[in-house]
């Protein structure tokens, strides 16, 4: 007997489809990122806000190849000039070109914003999602540890690591990620607390399935929306955390340095009138994080509209 495509018999490609499981997953998946991709497609400040990210990707880490700038020793000879063709942004007060200054304080700020949120959401959903799946008493316990941190000001606690370790960027990474994990690890412990009771995962529970494939192969995997989705504003609040370190006097010691240090230089000459010194740094901090909100407020609603056709 042929298995053939008999289009007479009234079959359709969603038919057949849907009639292997295989296929039917594959064409509900492709669809379910298509619609994704549209949706987050059509929000313009989204389309704006990637535009943003890889314009500073490429001005901070290709820039410096093609404009070359000395950034290890200073040169008081050459302090506080304004913008020229020698130097497009001017100088800061040690004698460093100010548009070089730029791009190594831009690597600085988001190697430390990126690194510190994939640190704090990959630590966040393990606890998170550990706590949900198990329950009971150890869920009561971990839960009760990311409490007791957050009634830590963020801030405070960020200060009191900076004044504890030397800042380095590895150790500012690990400080602010130290802080920053706690809010996805509610967010996935919420959601594990839902997907647990699913009929796919009590299947899994019924066949033997350890708990350990429950939260690796089903758990977090259908978590993944909320944890993109809060990824992208841990950037943000990474970024931000880093100028305010900074900014207070508890970021990276010269030469090296980073946008919110820069603006803290900067608003030492706000009455002398060098607004290359104050406006660029700050102007690179907004757009950043507002890029990475815009991608995120995107991502949700994109995601939102996934889950509702489930």
Not at 164 to 181: G, K, R
Not at 199 to 227: C, D, F, T, W
Not at 260 to 268: D, K, Q, V
Request: charged share 15%; proline share 4%; aromatic share 10%.
């Amino acid at each position: 007997m042929s298995l053939g495509i008999n289009t007479s018999l009234g079959a359709t490609d969603t038919d057949l489809l849907s009639a292997t499981p295989e296929g039917g997953e594959a064409y509900k998946s492709g669809s379910a990122w298509r619609m994704i991709l549209a949706v987050f497609m059509e929000n313009k400040l989204a389309t704006i806000g990637i535009g943003i990210i890889i314009f500073f990707l490429l001005f901070c880490f290709v820039g410096p190849l093609i404009y070359h700038t000395q950034q290890v020793f200073t040169n008081p000879n050459i302090k506080d000039e304004a913008p020229s063709l020698r130097h497009l942004l001017g100088t800061d007060d040690t004698g460093f070109d100010n548009l070089g200054r730029l791009m190594l304080g831009g690597q600085t700020s988001l190697e430390v914003g990126l690194a510190a949120a994939v640190l704090a959401v990959g630590v966040g959903v393990l606890w998170g999602a550990t706590a949900g799946l198990a329950g009971g008493f150890i869920d009561s316990v971990m839960m009760r540890i990311v409490d007791s941190m957050l009634a830590i000001p963020f801030l405070l606690l960020l200060i009191l690591l900076g004044t504890i370790f030397s800042v380095s960027v590895p150790e500012l990474i690990i400080a602010i990620a130290f802080v920053a994990w706690l809010g996805p690890a509610r967010l996935v412990r919420g959601e594990t607390l839902s997907l647990r009771v699913r009929e796919y995962v009590q299947a899994v529970k019924v066949m033997g399935g350890s708990q350990r494939r429950v939260l690796l192969r089903h758990i977090i995997p259908n978590s993944i929306g909320v944890v993109v989705v809060n990824a992208t504003f841990q950037v943000a609040d990474a970024i931000v955390a880093v100028a305010t370190l900074s900014f207070l006097g508890f970021g990276i010691a010269p030469p090296a340095t980073n946008w919110g240090l820069e603006l803290s230089n900067g608003t030492s000459y706000i009455y002398a009138g060098y607004w290359w010194l104050i406006y660029p740094p700050g102007i690179c901090i907004v757009l950043v994080v507002m890029a990475f909100n815009f991608v995120g407020d995107a991502l949700r609603d994109a995601l939102e509209v996934r889950l509702q056709r489930r």
